[in-house]
């Protein structure tokens, strides 16, 4: 694994990505009715890369107050009916308009999503950028041919049931998948006419920022989507207190879920739904079609994305016949990444979010080697000298099913590995989690493959496979893995409610 040796074609390579950074400027003030605007209060803060530790933009730091102003904004262009009296149709043509900027800026994008939180520029265009455009263009495309309903009432009445918009959403996102989550949740909001307004990560507000300036040139009306840069405890606190807000949808952990409940609950009940983390067991029967495979998908599903990814499939449960090899071949599988710098095409885990996740990350790692697990691979920070905050894939045998490390969410390049007897046991301890995100279980038996797929509690099942998905299907967690779902056309039941007009005749 892990760190390259100098090469001068993809040196070459970081440095035309830099210079192209550096003559971005992106846009780096809230953006509220149409334009940007500084913060009220005049505050900023420092965006540092996590690359090398480099400040690379000064954002303003949103406060309740301005979080007011974009919620009267929002409000004051939902209830024109500018946008949400506009036929679906035309509604379509202008979130098609941005997709296809989007697909446009597609490279300035991902370079500002890797320079600002750490991930392989080549994976930001790849995923990120190339799933928010099928993003836009799905709920473009849903929303001019979902119909409503009439009752089956009887010849004297006509009972119709339609969906309306909710209002004004708030949407806080994290940093992960910065514009991929946000627009997870903008485009279906949209589309169905609602008005947006979107606390996204202080980690990684850049995105959001021109996604903005790309909405009004594609067409979106002024108030309709507006974003605000900031903190969590401050604005994001004061979204999820606004009376003004209609619903919040919102993803990033457990504990500030928790908060918006308790916002909802003290302010005017707004509907809040909520995608947390995972602890994704990926689980290896004896009969399972070729280790290689599973090695390979089991490598790719923990260490892609740094490990920050919420379903991440951080637990492999392994049958005891089969662990010594296969844990071989995830070893020889995750040996093969490269860290390193997220602008170097070779690189294949990035950069750690920011120092202090970095240093949770090594804390649970310490936390499971003083608990008795073995490391097998990995366990330590590297590339120091480049200022930047990285870790190498790290891989953990003998974890208990009572140790904190098969426990906890780690958001980072973290696998460990337990085993089990039997099927029963195997589902008991990928059911042993307070999450419920996702799972995978690798068997040639269809039947046992069904049987697991109900037993295992989670959002998705993958069966011999992981990670699989498109924006067909939705995505969502059981347990405090959270409720209600984005993608496919589900997501649009959480930014509609239902109308039922009764007409006696
Ligand atoms: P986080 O700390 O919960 O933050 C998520 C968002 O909430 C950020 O925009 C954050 O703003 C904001 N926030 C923080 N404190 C707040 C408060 N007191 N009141 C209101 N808003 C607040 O999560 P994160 O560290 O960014 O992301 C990692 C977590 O997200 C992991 O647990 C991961 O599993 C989860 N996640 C889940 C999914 C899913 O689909 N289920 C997807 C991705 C990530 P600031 O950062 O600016 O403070
Ligand atoms: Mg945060």
């Known amino acids: 694994m892990t760190t390259t040796a100098p090469d001068a074609e ?20 809230l953006y509220i009715d149409g334009r940007q605007a500084d913060a009220l209060g005049g505050a900023e803060f420092d965006r540092v890369s996590p690359r090398d530790g480099r400040v690379v933009a000064r954002v303003s730091a949103g406060d309740a ?6 919620v009267v904004s ?59 455009v099928q993003t836009l263009d799905f709920y473009a495309e849903a929303v001019d041919k979902s119909y409503d309903e009439v009752a089956p009432t009887g010849r004297d009445t006509l009972a119709t049931i339609t969906r309306e918009p909710l209002g004004v959403v708030g949407a806080v996102v994290p940093w992960n998948f910065p514009l991929m989550m946000a627009v997870w949740k903008i485009a ?58 209609d619903a919040i949808t ?34 290896v029967l004896p009969d399972a079609p070729d280790l290689r ?16 990814v919420c ?69 330590s920070r590297v590339l120091e000298r480049t200022g930047g905050c990285y870790v190498e894939p790290t891989i953990f045998d003998r974890v208990a099913p009572s140790m904190a490390i ?14 089990f007897e039997d099927t029963d046991e195997a589902v008991r301890i990928a059911n042993g989690t307070d999450y419920g995100l996702a799972a995978a279980v690798w068997t040639r038996d269809l039947s046992t493959a069904h049987r697991m797929a109900g037993a295992v509690r989670a959002g998705t099942v993958w069966v011999n496979c992981f990670d699989e998905s498109d924006l067909t299907v939705p995505f969502g967690g059981y347990a405090q893995s959270g409720f209600g779902r984005d993608k496919s056309l589900h997501a649009l039941e959480k930014y509609t409610q239902l109308k039922t007009t009764w007409i006696k005749l």
């Open 10 to 29: 993809a040196t070459a390579s970081c440095k035309e990505l830099e210079n192209r950074f550096a003559a971005l400027s992106p846009p780096t003030r």
């Open 65 to 70: 107050e301005d979080v007011d102003v974009a």
């Open 74 to 132: 929002a409000r004051r262009a939902f209830d024109s009916g500018r946008w949400s009296g506009r036929p679906p149709r035309r509604r379509r043509a202008v979130l098609q308009r941005l997709a296809r900027l989007v697909e446009e800026h597609a490279e300035e994008l991902a370079l500002l999503e890797s320079v600002d939180m750490g991930k392989p520029y080549t994976d930001a265009l790849a995923v990120d950028i190339r799933v928010t």
């Open 188 to 245: 279906p909001a949209l589309a169905v006419g609602n008005a947006v307004v979107l606390k996204p990560a202080e980690q990684s507000p850049l995105t959001a920022l021109r996604l903005a300036e790309l909405a009004t040139e594609a067409g979106v009306p002024d108030g309709i989507l507006n974003v605000v840069t900031g903190f969590g405890p401050t604005a994001g606190a004061a979204l999820g207190r606004h009376p003004g807000v």
């Open 250 to 283: 919102f993803t990033g952990s457990g504990e500030v879920g928790r908060l918006f409940l308790h916002h909802a609950a003290d302010s005017n009940l707004k509907q809040v739904s909520l995608e947390l983390g995972g602890k994704s067991p990926q689980i």
């Open 293 to 308: 495979a599973v090695a390979k998908a089991v490598a790719g599903g923990v260490f892609f994305n740094q490990g920050e």
């Open 311 to 379: 379903s991440a499939g951080s637990r492999l449960l392994v049958h005891r016949s089969v662990k010594d090899e296969l844990l071989a071949l995830v070893v020889d599988a995750a040996r093969r990444n490269v860290v390193g710098d997220p602008l170097d095409p070779r690189t294949t885990v990035g950069a750690l979010v920011g120092e202090e996740h970095l240093e949770r990350v090594l804390r649970h790692v310490h936390g499971a080697t003083a608990d008795g697990a073995q490391v097998v691979l990995g366990g």
């Open 406 to 419: 098969a426990r906890e969410e780690v958001f980072g390049p973290v696998l460990s590995v337990l085993t």
